[in-house]
């Protein structure tokens, strides 16, 4: 089913809305830059162009030259931004620390965030890098573009900011790295008022959800993440734009137990797709593995000799439940006790395919150390059904939200609240029952907490009752 925004989309035209001609944009020769001298000497960050992967010292230096050959006014940064981020850097190298003072608090009028601010400790010597403050610039869900959203993003960064980016955030945005102060607010309403594009999230509050490729391009995917990941990024604007919780939260969506977007490590919320029913087999393809006929794991392994495929050795022995047999010459699954960890998908993906009943597991949680060490999410809903517009997620969601900032204290995440407080206290929140799946394995420990009502008799006792039967 072809993506149906659910609202108009202008279709960015480059063409249109290109600041730079082609000569402007191919301004110097490969000679050139290979006789290009940087401001600074940077011997240290020069060592770092040797060596086949992709040096971004390299890339910085074509920027550098570019932009130093582009005429003054057609950028409003100076011209030597990335030439003082490399100087600046090679000091770092030198010093072994950074160069960056301590925080920094600019943005866009009517947002709390999207915008880190960021000085150098050493503007005399950088003065092009005094403010070098760092865009969050919301991604389209799994990243896909075309080339005039790229070129009119790239020509709007070169003429307001430094032309280096992150391609992208951790988080998922696009990284708009170094600016000044008074580029935010024009940068931000070109973007709004020509791109139909707006700010991702930072500070205490939802942070810009992402998501892997889902349906777009993987046959694995049981839930259309994009589509759940642009809803609820669309729906939540509000949460987004303007902190108003103890700390971040995020949201992640995997399509499958796969992961491809780390969402059970990296996101409060982690939405994960399953299924219900029973894995598809086509027993017609097994045997074309079993033959040989067909790679298995799509030919991950192809760079080594690992022998001739042996579905008892790569598959059923591997399975973690011991779920699977060969019968009759055909693969047999007890999907009962199939616990949906893709392996046996994974290797023979042409055979296998997860079910048609599909859904989500969500789990919560996850974070990074600090405070009270790493969390990665806990399963608390086994399965939910995920269909547009997400009613039953978006109210899972507020519940969620209206326990935490109520209860969450300063900068506490939420995998650290449902730890002070416990899952029990979790669940009530959310009003589901307690299930054997939501723990690993029971608790070993018998400091057991019992609700009043559930002890016959409660707890109001009277000592001196006691004492007619026990004498002191
Ligand atoms: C019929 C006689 C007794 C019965 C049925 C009995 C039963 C128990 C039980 C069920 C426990 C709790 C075990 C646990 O928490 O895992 C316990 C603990 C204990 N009992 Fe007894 N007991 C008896 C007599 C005695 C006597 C005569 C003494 C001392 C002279 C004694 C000293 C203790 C102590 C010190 C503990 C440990 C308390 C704690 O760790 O908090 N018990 N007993
Ligand atoms: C100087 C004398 C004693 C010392 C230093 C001592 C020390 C201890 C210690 C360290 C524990 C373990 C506490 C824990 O696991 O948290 C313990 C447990 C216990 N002691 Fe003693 N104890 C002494 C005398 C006695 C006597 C005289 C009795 C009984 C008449 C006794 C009965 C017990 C019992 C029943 C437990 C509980 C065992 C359990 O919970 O598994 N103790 N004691
Ligand atoms: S997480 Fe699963 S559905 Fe998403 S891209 Fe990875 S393998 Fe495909
Ligand atoms: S998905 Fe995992 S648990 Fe289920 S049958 Fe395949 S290997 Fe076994």
Not at 310 to 315: A, F, L, M, S
Request: some cysteine.
């Amino acid at each position: 089913m072809a993506f149906e925004p659910n609202e108009p989309q202008e279709k960015i035209k480059y063409d249109e809305m290109r600041i730079y001609s082609d000569e402007e944009l191919n301004n110097y020769t490969e000679e050139e830059l290979k006789n290009f001298k940087t401001k600074h000497d940077t011997p240290m960050c020069d060592d770092l162009e040797s060596g086949p992967w992709p040096s971004f010292v390299a890339d910085a230096k074509r920027e550098a030259l570019h932009r130093r050959k582009l005429a003054d006014d057609r950028i409003l940064l100076s011209a030597e931004t990335v030439e003082d981020t490399l100087g600046q850097l090679e000091d770092s190298f030198v010093d072994g620390e950074t160069h960056w003072k301590h925080g920094g608090i600019v943005g866009v009028f009517g947002y709390g965030g999207g915008v880190i601010g960021r000085y150098s400790d050493l503007q005399e010597k950088y003065p092009a890098v005094a403010h070098f403050h760092t865009l969050r610039v919301n991604q389209p869900m799994s990243k896909f573009y075309n080339t005039d959203f790229l070129r009119t993003i790239c020509d709007l960064w070169e003429y307001r900011g430094s032309g280096m980016m992150n391609m992208h955030g951790s988080t998922g945005d696009i990284i708009l790295l170094g600016t000044t102060t008074e580029q935010l607010e024009p940068i931000f309403y070109q973007m709004t008022h020509e791109m139909q594009q707006d700010l991702g999230g930072s500070g205490s509050n939802l942070r810009s959800p992402s998501c892997c490729l889902g349906r777009a391009r993987c046959e694995w995917s049981c839930i259309d993440t994009q589509d759940m990941c642009y809803e609820l990024t669309h729906y939540y604007q509000d949460e987004l734009h303007r902190p108003a919780f103890p700390y971040k939260f995020k949201f992640k969506f995997d399509g499958c137990p796969n992961g491809c977007v780390a969402s059970i490590a990296r996101s409060d919320m982690s939405f994960i797709g399953t299924w219900k029913d029973d894995i598809r087999i086509d027993q017609d393809a097994v045997q074309a593995y079993i033959a040989g006929d067909i790679a298995p794991n799509g030919g991950a392994h192809a760079g080594k000799d690992w022998g001739k495929f042996d579905i008892q050795k790569e598959v059923i022995n591997l399975c973690p439940t011991a779920c699977m047999w060969m019968e009759d010459g055909k693969l047999m699954i007890d999907n009962k006790e199939c616990t949906r960890c893709m392996h046996c998908i994974n290797t023979m993906p042409q055979a296998l395919r997860p079910g048609a009943d599909t859904g989500v597991s969500i789990l919560f949680g996850a974070k990074a150390p600090i405070l009270e060490g790493a969390q990665m999410a806990v399963l608390t809903v086994p399965f939910m059904k995920c269909e547009p517009p997400y009613e039953n997620i978006k109210d899972l969601v507020e519940k969620v939200w209206d326990w935490w900032m109520e209860e969450g204290k300063n900068r506490e995440r939420l995998g650290e609240l449902i730890q002070r407080w416990g899952l029990p206290k979790f669940l009530e929140v959310i009003g589901l029952p307690p299930m054997p799946q939501m723990v690993t394995e029971p608790r070993s420990n018998p400091y057991i907490f019992w609700k009043a009502e559930e002890v016959p008799g409660g707890f109001k006792r009277n000592i001196e009752d006691y004492r007619v039967k026990h004498m002191r």
